[in-house]
């Protein structure tokens, strides 16, 4: 048996797990805004709560975001399984992406809120998780995919 688009089912999962996986051990670990350093004042695991979209946008908001969630979720596996074979740089992508979306969504769902823990005190970046890393790294997939030629079929003139 072939799987389709498989690399796209790999990195889906793999991200999907990662996420959960790394999310589950800070909640049973950490208590909220619980801190600590790996690499002082450069960075730290902190335990926050995101009930907006990326870096607290439109925090308080996640009850639309819930549903963008599970619409790009059911989109993306509906293009893997029904859509054309992807390339490699797509599959990668969009594979990402889904995987941090669904990471993200099921907090959205079940907690109400995406937990954060991922803390770059040196440039005072907002907290994050790797759902968002994914997600960004599906974006320079999919980039990086535009950039490639498509085949294009050669006609002889007459």
């Not at 801190?35 to 908001?61: D, Q």
């Not at 639309?64 to 969630?69: A, C, I, N, P, V």
Request: charged share 15%; hydrophobic share 50%; proline share 3%.
């Amino acid at each position: 048996m072939h799987l389709k688009n498989r690399d796209f089912w790999i990195c889906a999962v793999t991200t999907f797990v990662l996420d959960q996986i790394t999310k589950y051990w800070i909640v049973q670990t950490f208590e909220v805004q619980q801190t600590a350093a790996i690499i002082p004042e450069i960075f730290h695991f902190t335990y926050v709560t995101n009930t907006g979209a990326a870096f607290s946008i439109l925090s308080g908001k996640v009850e639309w975001l819930r549903w963008l969630s599970l619409a790009v979720s059911i989109a993306l596996i509906l293009l893997a399984c029904l859509g054309p074979t992807l390339r490699r740089w797509e599959e990668l992508g969009y594979g990402f992406i889904l995987g941090g979306a669904m990471g993200n969504g099921i907090d959205r769902f079940i907690r109400g809120y995406v937990v954060d823990f991922l803390d770059f005190k040196l440039i005072d970046f907002p907290v994050f998780n790797f759902a968002d890393i994914f997600i960004n790294v599906g974006i320079i997939c999919l980039l990086i995919s535009s950039f490639q030629k498509t085949p294009t079929s050669k006609h002889k003139s007459h």
